[in-house]
């Protein structure tokens, strides 16, 4: 049985993100996405919205487990005894970064392995922060999100728009 381990930060997942576990979980038994939860990093959505959202996109992939983590990546690698990090490249500007991460995790552990899944061509230039900036100012993210997953970016922002003061 092989399990790999999706990792990242989901806030809020994307139709990129889902593409990748998606075609994770073909290749795999079992895909654990793991939302990690980083305190030098703010997030719109909590821990447990990113859970939700991931949960509901994914409820149809029998063999994917959401999942979140609040320390290192290997710690939760070696409680699952899952030995494969699965990551999405979507641009050489993402490669600099994943490079670091995995020597690192490797030197951390050396049972881990990174696999890179290259992005669909359709969502190379999707990222969480730009379906987020799109729906603070009103745009359509029909396109980039699960339909949940856009109620509830409309939902978050709605909120935290201030009624007009008519005084
Ligand atoms: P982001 O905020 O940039 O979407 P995440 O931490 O949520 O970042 O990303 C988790 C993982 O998913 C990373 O390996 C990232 O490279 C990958 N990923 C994010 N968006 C895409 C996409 N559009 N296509 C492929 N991989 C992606």
Known sequence: MIRAVYPGS???????????ILRAARVFDRLSVVVMSNQSK????SVEERIALLQEVTRDIPNV??????GLLVHFMQSEKAQIIIKGLRAVSDFEYEFQMALMNRTLDDGVETLF???NNQYSYLSSSLVKEVARFGGSVAELVQPVVAAELRAKFLAATPSPDFT
Not at 10 to 17: A, M, R, Y
């Open 10 to 20: 989901f806030d809020p997942v994307t139709n990129g993100h889902l593409d990748i």
């Open 117 to 119: 899944m290259m992005t």
């Open 65 to 70: 487990v959401v999942t979140h983590h609040g």
């Open 42 to 45: 703010s997030t719109l959505f």
